[in-house]
């Protein structure tokens, strides 16, 4: 799938269109997102400030998606765990990027290349307009080649 179609299907998804969530870009080759959570009346929490259920939503499926699409067909990628470290008090609009480089990318397939499972820990911050840390999340991927069909060599891999 393109990464615009993904991106525009993601703008409509209920759960982040309704959320205020916003997906800014999503680059072709699948290395880097961004990601928006706009202030609005029905995602702040009791205080005033941003739910903390939104901030960890605005972060969940982008680590998984960017390796999946990165990594190609011949990859299973699933989320594995997840946490989030409240830093301060969310307000207004927060925004969240995610890179995905080539090094990440080269340890997951040698990790991946004898069809072991891999964990690896992503970590990504949500900042608020002026830079400052809101929130850490962290996910955790799991990855692993796929194993040849019976009567396979292997040879349409690319």
Not at 28 to 36: G, I, K, L, N, S
Request: proline share 4%; aromatic share 12%; glycine share 8%.
């Amino acid at each position: 799938m393109k990464a615009s179609t993904l991106r525009h299907g993601l703008n409509l998804w209920p759960p982040f269109l309704f959320s205020g969530i916003h997906v800014a870009a999503i680059a072709p080759d699948y290395r880097h997102a961004a990601v928006e959570l706009r202030m609005r009346p029905w995602n702040r929490n009791y205080v005033g400030t941003h739910f903390g259920g939104s901030l960890f939503s605005m972060t969940d499926p982008f680590w998984m998606l960017l390796a999946m699409n990165a990594l190609g067909r011949d990859y299973i990628v699933w989320d594995r765990a997840g946490s989030i470290e409240f830093v301060k008090p969310g307000r207004g609009t927060v925004r969240a990027e995610f890179h995905l480089d080539d090094a990440v990318l080269e340890e997951l397939r040698q990790a991946t290349a004898g069809g072991d499972k891999y964990l690896r820990w992503f970590d990504t911050d949500v900042v608020d307009a002026s830079g400052e840390t809101v929130a850490r999340i962290r996910k955790q991927l799991y990855v692993r080649r796929k194993r040849d069909k019976p009567g396979t060599n292997g040879a349409d891999r690319r």
